[in-house]
C-alpha cells in the first residue's frame, strides 16, 4: 500500500458526459501528478500540482481539467468524453515538486470506459 | 522517435535465470526510475537512480549517464517477478515522469 487512495477504482460512463475522479496524497506529500495510461500511448504525463498550485502541464486535453484543495487532495475532471478517454488514470505523490531525489508514490488508479 | 526506449518489449524466462532489461534515454534527465506494473494495474517504485548501481534483493539498477543508458537486472528469476517493468526519467529539474513503453516479462516455473 503506497498511501495514495483513488476514487473510484472503475468508473463507466457514456460518450459526452463528465467524471471527476478523485486523489488524496500521501500523508506529508505536497506534489500531486495525474497521468493517463491507454493501451495505445502508455504511460504519459497529464498534470503536475504542488501545494495547491499548477505546476506543470504536460499532454493534458482543454477538456480535461484538475485542482488541488487546501486539504491537498486532487480532483482530475474529465468532461465531453470520447471512448478514446477510456484509460487508467494513476495519481501519485511526492514531498517535493523538483525532480531531485523526488521519488513518487503512485495510487491503484481509476479504470474509465467510455461508452 | 521516442525519449525513453526499452527493449525487449516482451520477454519469457525459466524460473531461476538472470534477467536483463534495458533502457536508453535521449533527455537530460536528473533521475531515473524503475517501476513495476503487475497485472492487476498497479505501480510500484523499484528504484530511483541517478548515477552508479543500486541493489535490493535481487533486483539491482545501474545507470550510465554518459551513454544515457540503465539496465535492470534480476537475479534468480521467480514466476512472482511476471510483471511489467517500466523505465521511466524526470526531465532535467522537472517533477514529472516521462515513460518508456514498459517490458512485460514472464517467468515460467
Given at each position: 500500500d503506497s498511501g495514495v487512495t483513488q476514487t473510484p477504482k472503475h468508473l463507466i460512463t457514456a460518450t459526452g458526459q463528465r467524471v471527476t475522479l478523485r486523489c488524496?496524497?500521501?500523508s506529508g506529500d505536497l506534489s500531486?501528478?495525474?497521468?493517463q495510461q491507454s493501451l495505445d500511448q502508455g504511460l504519459q504525463?497529464?498534470?503536475q500540482y504542488y501545494n495547491g498550485e499548477e505546476r506543470a502541464k504536460g499532454n493534458i486535453l482543454e477538456?480535461?481539467?484538475a485542482q488541488q484543495f487546501p486539504d491537498l487532495h486532487s480532483?482530475?475532471?474529465?468532461?465531453?468524453l470520447e471512448l478514446g478517454d477510456s484509460a487508467l488514470y494513476f495519481c501519485a505523490s511526492s514531498v517535493e515538486w523538483t525532480s531531485a531525489y523526488n521519488e513518487q508514490f503512485f495510487g491503484?488508479?481509476?479504470r474509465l470506459t467510455v461508452l | 522517435k521516442?525519449?525513453?526506449?526499452?527493449?525487449?518489449?516482451n520477454l519469457t524466462a525459466q524460473e531461476g535465470e538472470f534477467i536483463t532489461i534495458n533502457c536508453?534515454?535521449?533527455?537530460?534527465?536528473?533521475?531515473?526510475h524503475w517501476l513495476q506494473q503487475h497485472p492487476g494495474g498497479g505501480i510500484v517504485s523499484l528504484f530511483m537512480l541517478s548515477s552508479g548501481k543500486k541493489k535490493h534483493g535481487r533486483l539491482i539498477a545501474t545507470i550510465n549517464i554518459q551513454e544515457k543508458h540503465s539496465s535492470l537486472h534480476i537475479t534468480a528469476s521467480h514466476p512472482r517477478d511476471s510483471a511489467v517493468y517500466i523505465c521511466a526519467v524526470s526531465p532535467g529539474s522537472q517533477g514529472n515522469l516521462i515513460f518508456g513503453k514498459g517490458t512485460k516479462l514472464s517467468v515460467k516455473p
Open positions: 488524496s496524497p500521501r500531486v501528478y495525474w497521468y504525463f497529464l498534470i477538456r480535461f481539467s480532483e482530475l475532471n474529465l468532461s465531453s491503484p488508479g481509476t | 521516442n525519449e525513453v526506449e526499452q527493449s525487449p518489449q536508453s534515454y535521449s533527455v537530460g534527465i536528473s533521475a531515473l
